[in-house]
């Protein structure tokens, strides 16, 4: 069983700070693109930022300068670190990982289950 497990939402005031954590478990070979999305109430689910086994990184321009995404490779984690957050960046935020299981010849496309992040004071 291979799963991505997302923690770290909640709710925080606006210019406030939180980091989202999201976990790949089960019998994984390698892990190569990391990314995380996210989605509002009615809206389609968006990339936020990306991140590439070598550590490339690519961020929407909605939150470019005050979100980092980066990755530690040993523990199968990726990470947001997000700052200066605004009410807009409330959303549901989802973690996603081209993984490859043990046994398997191909990538697969993987989603956690998604972790609420709400901006309100």
């Known amino acids: 069983q291979v799963q991505l497990v997302e923690s770290g939402g909640g709710l925080v005031q606006p210019g406030g700070s939180l980091r989202l954590s999201c976990a790949a478990s089960?019998?994984?070979?390698?892990?190569?693109?990391m990314a995380w999305y996210r989605q509002a109430p009615g809206k389609q689910r968006d990339l936020v930022a990306d991140?590439?086994?070598?550590?490339?990184?690519n961020y929407a321009d909605s939150v470019k300068g005050r979100f980092t995404i980066s990755r530690d490779n040993a523990k199968k984690t990726v990470y947001l670190q997000m700052n200066s957050l605004k009410p807009e960046d409330t959303a549901v935020y989802y973690c996603n990982a081209d993984l490859l299981r043990v046994g398997l010849g191909f990538f697969r496309n993987y989603w956690g289950q998604g972790t609420q992040v709400t901006v309100s004071s």
């Open positions: 991140i590439t086994s070598g550590g490339s990184t």
């Open positions: 089960g019998s994984i070979f390698s892990i190569n693109a």
